[in-house]
C-alpha cells in the first residue's frame, strides 16, 4: 500500500508539472505572436517573463505560509533563509543563458542539448552533494537523453529542413553553461533538504524564489528598464497583462509540484520529469508548425 501511495504521489507531481508547464508554454506562444491594440503591437518582453514570475511566485509561496494548514510543525528547525542565496543566483542567471542561447540556435537544437539535463545533475550531485550514481543510473539518464534527442530531429525535420544557426558554437556553448547552473542549483537544493531534513517544500520554495526575485528586479528595475517597459506595456494593453498574470500563475502552481517532488523524491527524479516534459513540448510544436505547411 505504501508502495502504491507513493507511486500515486510521483504520478500526480509529474502530471501537475506536465500540465501546468505545458499550458504555459501555449501562453508564452500566444504572447510571442498574438499582436495588441488597433495598431497591432507586438509582445517584445518575452525574456522578463522568467524574472516576473519569480516575483510572482515568492508572493504566492509567502501567502501559502501564512495559512494554518502549513504551519511549521512544533520542534521543525527550518532551512535558514540564506541557504537560498547561492541556487538563487544560478536559478536566475541559468534560464537567462537558455533564452540567450536562442539567439545563436533553433529551439529544437536547443532542446537537443538540454535533453542531456540529467547527466549534469548528476555530476553535480555527485561534486557537491556527495552522493553517489550507479552505472545503471547513468546509462539510463544517457538512453532518455538519446531517445529524446532522437524524437526532437526527426519531428522537426518533417517541418525544418535545415536549422538557421548564426553562431552554433556560441548556442551551445551558453547551453553547457545552463545545465551547469542547472545542475549547481538541483545539487544544492539537495544539500539544503538534506541538512534540514524538517525544511517543507513550500519554504523551499518561498526562499529560492525570494532571492530570484531579488536578483531580477535589481536586473529589471535598476541595471536595464526592462521591468518599466513591461508594466508600461500592460498597462496600455490590458489583454497582455492578463496573459502575463496566466503565464505566471502556471509558473506558481507548476513549482508547487517541482518543490514537492524534489522535497519528496530529489532532484535527480525532479530533473526526468522537467526533462520528459520535452517532448510533449516537442510534439505541441511540431503538430501546430505542420499545420501551419498544410
Request: net charge positive.
Amino acid at each position: 500500500m505504501a508502495d502504491l501511495k507513493t507511486v500515486g504521489l510521483l504520478l500526480l507531481c509529474a502530471g501537475g508539472i506536465y500540465a501546468s508547464y505545458l499550458t504555459q508554454g501555449v501562453v508564452q506562444e500566444v504572447l510571442a505572436t498574438k499582436k495588441f491594440g488597433t495598431d497591432g503591437r507586438p509582445f517584445t518582453h518575452l525574456k522578463t517573463l522568467n524574472g516576473v514570475q519569480s516575483v510572482a511566485c515568492f508572493v504566492w509561496a509567502a501567502a501559502l505560509l501564512l495559512l494554518p494548514f502549513s504551519k511549521r510543525p512544533k520542534g521543525a528547525v527550518y532551512a535558514p533563509w540564506t541557504a537560498y542565496w547561492k541556487p538563487g543566483i544560478t536559478n536566475s542567471i541559468g534560464p537567462a543563458l537558455g533564452s540567450e542561447a536562442l539567439k545563436n540556435i533553433s529551439y529544437p537544437a536547443q532542446v537537443l542539448a538540454k535533453s542531456c539535463k540529467m547527466i549534469p545533475v548528476m555530476l553535480m550531485g555527485t561534486l557537491i552533494g556527495g552522493k553517489f550514481y550507479s552505472s545503471l543510473e547513468y546509462g539510463c539518464a544517457i538512453m532518455i537523453a538519446a531517445g529524446i534527442s532522437v524524437f526532437a530531429q526527426q519531428s522537426s525535420s518533417k517541418v525544418i529542413s535545415k536549422l538557421v544557426a548564426p553562431n552554433a558554437p556560441l548556442g551551445y556553448g551558453l547551453c553547457t553553461l545552463n545545465l551547469l547552473f542547472d545542475g549547481y542549483t538541483n545539487a544544492m537544493q539537495d544539500v539544503i533538504h538534506k541538512r534540514h531534513g524538517d525544511t517543507s517544500a513550500l519554504w523551499s520554495m518561498c526562499w529560492m524564489n525570494f532571492w530570484c526575485s531579488l536578483y531580477n528586479c535589481i536586473y529589471l528595475f535598476v541595471a536595464t528598464t526592462a521591468g518599466w517597459d513591461l508594466l508600461v506595456f500592460c498597462r496600455a494593453f490590458p489583454e497582455a497583462g492578463w496573459y502575463v498574470a496566466l503565464f505566471c500563475l502556471c509558473g506558481a502552481i507548476g513549482q508547487l509540484f517541482i518543490f514537492g517532488t524534489i522535497k519528496k523524491f530529489g532532484s535527480l527524479v525532479n530533473t526526468l520529469i522537467c526533462t520528459t516534459r520535452k517532448f510533449f513540448n516537442i510534439l505541441l510544436k511540431v503538430s501546430k508548425e505542420e499545420k501551419k505547411v498544410q
